[in-house]
């Protein structure tokens, strides 16, 4: 069974439009991650959380916004759509004990802004 | 800030052949390095890591070597096979508060039965 949710998988937007993508846990980690992959910057960090609270935000556009509604949860929600924001999103979780610490990613959410 | 170079962007051999994926990284102090896995339609998978220097990791017949004089950790396997056909990313955390996870720009290994 997955330990990290990610829904939907795949999504198609809009330009100008909004979405939200899911992330859930169940790995019971307490610091959990975004990263976007595309052609142009495979795995690129965006976000980091630990219990709750952001620790590092490497996304320039206010744009992208997480959000944890519980310490398992991190959602990310888009506003205003480009087509440059097509790309498959990532959300990864440890345990922050030590740097050496393994990171799990989800399976991802694929996205498609026309 | 921290960074993580693959050399190799692709790589092609034949089932059997010897593997090498050379990675470089910048970081101040003493970062992990980690090897993952990337399969199509999946996220990427842990493959193994190693935390000092001289230390070995490895996994499923894949390991890398620790070397902080060199700033490297290249992954190396003695014969490949067509199922090992993935990406692979070479990444690093650094020992800041945030302990952010760096990757590379990743290697397309395809083996040829």
């Known amino acids: 069974d997955p330990k990290i949710i990610q829904k939907p998988k795949y999504l198609v937007a809009v330009t100008g439009s909004e979405k939200i993508l899911i992330c859930e846990q169940y790995?019971?980690?307490?610091?959990m991650y975004w990263y976007r992959q595309s052609a142009k910057k495979p795995l690129e960090f965006m976000f980091s959380y630990s219990y709750q609270k952001l620790m590092d935000n490497q996304t320039a556009s206010s744009r992208f916004q997480p959000q944890s509604s519980k310490k398992n949860h991190l959602d990310l929600q888009i506003t205003a759509l480009k087509p440059d924001d097509s790309a498959t999103y990532f959300c990864a979780s440890r345990d922050r004990g030590s740097s050496a610490e393994t990171l799990y990613f989800g399976s991802g959410t694929r996205l498609t802004v026309l | 800030g921290d960074s993580v170079t693959q050399t190799e962007g692709q790589v092609a051999l034949s089932e059997e052949d010897f593997l090498t994926i050379h990675c470089n990284y910048s970081a101040s102090g003493y970062p992990a390095l980690f090897w993952y896995v990337q399969y199509p339609g999946e996220g990427p998978q842990f493959l193994f890591r190693a935390s000092r220097d001289k230390e070995k990791g490895s996994s499923r017949g894949f390991e890398a070597t620790y070397n902080k004089e060199a700033t490297s950790f290249h992954l190396q396997k003695a014969s490949v096979q067509e199922s090992d056909s993935a990406v692979y990313y070479c990444a690093l955390s650094g020992n800041t508060g945030n302990y952010k996870y760096v990757f590379g720009a990743g290697t397309r290994l395809k083996v040829i039965a």
């Open positions: 790995l019971g980690h307490n610091a």
